[in-house]
């Protein structure tokens, strides 16, 4: 018994010592529960309270070893805090207890770290170019960009980088800037610029925006004379509204130009004046020329001369009878309407080539009334190589969307195209394509993707596709209305091409709400093509 009351009294001791020790301890316990949660790029950065301690030193920096130019370093009362931080970045945080006498205050804790997602704030916001592309900042005047981003997003400036090393620094974001997020920048030279926003030193997102222009136009101004003046590569702006002739001839192009509307939605209109008769073509070629592009942007392109429309309606956008190498003739969010009988033709037997022609967030409409032409037609020795339809709406053209015989090509390709009163011949069955003859080298072929297509027929009928045996086709994402007539024609190689689209229960005047007059806005929001088929401006 005596042994036990020594062990005894001993295990007090040590208990009271122990208790001793902890209230006489050199330092305070460091935090525990030190953690770091994200939403986006805004860290919640948390830990657990420590008895007797007075306040905490929170560091966070990139530096993981020496803390050095620390992003926070801060004495804190609270057991949390809430701070946005740029993206895409692995960041290190460390704390510590202080307490009343500092000399007791806790070490540092071990290294915390956590890495904030890429962030771009520019993404999704912008002004948009009517093509179903939006554009974060876009060249609204001359020489300013419409500059936007998420509204109500943190931002306090932006700083403009242009492609020569230029800046525009600090360019402050206001208030009511911000909450819109919204802002015009002017006075930027020609060039591809660089834009970052910031929120005071954290970046928030990257963008571009491409200042041009070498020749301003206003109305009343002379536009053949203004290209024919123009240096090769020179880009000519037009002001918007305006209404600009090419006169009664062919005006004929000869080297690598842009022509670019300053208003992506009041488009300054091309025609041709007074006297042209109703076969005349405004545009083609000079005969054994060569270009790299030639590109149209932003235009209202209209067959009534002087844009009356009761003057005479001419036949031809383009009616290039001449040799001439082209590799890319380009339009961009341009209106072509009212051509007799197409915009687009290539003719004459020249051996001429355009590698590639692109119809980019275009509205087509009133094509062919006066002939039986298609939408773009081309022969056995005038060659289209490469034909592109994207983000357009087609509607009311009298024969096919592309006619196209003998020789080879590349490819066709119809990406997010509404297409509607097409191949309306009431004198014979037309095809959506017409590839009579026509061969496709390599792994070219034809591609239709996510599209809608809407009514068809003349009094003989639709007929999908004429084509060569193992002309490659691809079609997926696409659907059709009750009133889309497609038929194969018996003794000719055509494919109705139904079977590969997903149908619409009913007609296209159910689904748009007035596609005769050019309204394909959505009449039945719950299509399942909503945001993926058709032009999607709508």
Not at 164 to 175: F, N
Not at 203 to 221: F, P
Not at 280 to 296: E, T
Not at 405 to 413: A, F, H, R, V, Y
Request: glycine share 8%; with cysteine; hydrophobic share 40%.
């Amino acid at each position: 018994m005596a042994f036990i009351a020594v062990i005894c009294a001993f295990g007090a001791f040590t208990s009271c010592n122990n208790e001793l020790d902890n209230l006489t301890m050199p330092y305070l316990f460091r935090p525990v529960n030190f953690n770091a949660s994200l939403y986006k790029t805004i860290a919640t950065i948390s830990w657990a309270a420590v008895d007797s301690a007075k306040s905490y030193t929170l560091q966070v920096s990139t530096d993981s070893v020496n803390f050095t130019n620390p992003i926070i370093d801060s004495t804190l009362s609270g057991l949390s805090v809430v701070h946005e931080f740029a993206g895409q970045t692995t960041f290190y945080a460390r704390i510590r207890a202080n307490a009343s006498d500092t000399t007791k205050n806790s070490k540092f804790n071990a290294t915390l770290s956590f890495k904030t997602p890429a962030e771009n704030i520019f993404l999704g916001y912008g002004t948009g170019n009517n093509t179903g592309s939006i554009y974060s900042a876009y060249m609204t005047a001359v020489n300013t960009l419409d500059i936007k981003w998420t509204p109500a997003a943190n931002a306090t400036h932006l700083i403009l980088l242009s492609a020569d090393g230029s800046t525009k620094d600090s360019v402050a974001i206001s208030s009511t800037e911000a909450a819109a997020g919204e802002k015009l920048v002017s006075s930027l030279p020609n060039s591809n610029w660089t834009i970052k926003i910031y929120n005071n030193k954290i970046l928030r997102g990257t963008t571009s925006g491409l200042i041009e222009g070498d020749v301003i136009l206003n109305a009343g101004d002379n536009l053949p004379t203004a290209i024919t003046n123009a240096t090769a590569g020179q880009v000519i702006i037009l002001a918007p509204g305006a209404v600009f002739s090419l006169g009664t001839a062919t005006y004929r192009l000869a080297k690598d130009v842009k022509i670019r509307g300053l208003s992506t939605s009041n488009r300054p209109v091309i025609c041709m004046s007074s006297g042209a008769t109703s076969t005349a073509s405004a545009l083609g070629f000079v005969d054994g020329s060569s270009m790299n592009y030639v590109k149209f942007e932003n235009i209202d392109f209209t067959g009534y001369c002087d844009n009356n429309t009761a003057a005479v309606k001419i036949g031809y956008l383009f009616n290039n009878n001449t040799l001439t190498n082209v590799k890319s003739l380009s339009f961009t969010n341009c209106n072509m309407h009212n051509y007799g009988n197409t915009p687009m033709r290539a003719q004459g037997n020249k051996n001429q080539v355009v590698d590639t022609l692109k119809f980019n967030g275009c509205v087509i409409n009133d094509i062919g009334f006066a002939s039986t032409y298609a939408v773009v037609n081309s022969n056995s020795a005038d060659l289209f190589n490469n034909i592109i339809f994207s983000n357009c709406t087609v509607y009311n053209f009298k024969g096919s969307l592309i006619l196209r015989t003998g020789q080879t090509l590349s490819s066709i390709n119809v990406t997010n195209c509404t297409i509607n009163q097409g191949m309306q011949d009431g004198g014979s069955a037309r095809y959506l394509m017409d590839l009579n003859t026509a061969t496709f080298n390599g792994t070219g072929g034809v591609t239709i993707k996510n599209c809608v297509f809407g009514a068809t027929g003349g009094a003989l009928g639709a007929n999908g596709l004429r084509y060569v045996a193992g002309t490659p086709v691809s079609i997926t994402g696409s659907y059709y209305t009750s009133d889309y007539v497609d038929d194969a024609i018996p003794l000719v190689l055509s494919s109705s091409i139904k079977s590969y689209m997903t149908s619409y229960s009913g007609k296209s005047t159910a689904l748009w709400n007035n596609p005769t007059t050019g309204d394909f806005s959505l009449l039945d929001t719950s299509f399942k093509g909503k945001g993926v088929a058709g032009d999607l401006r709508w």
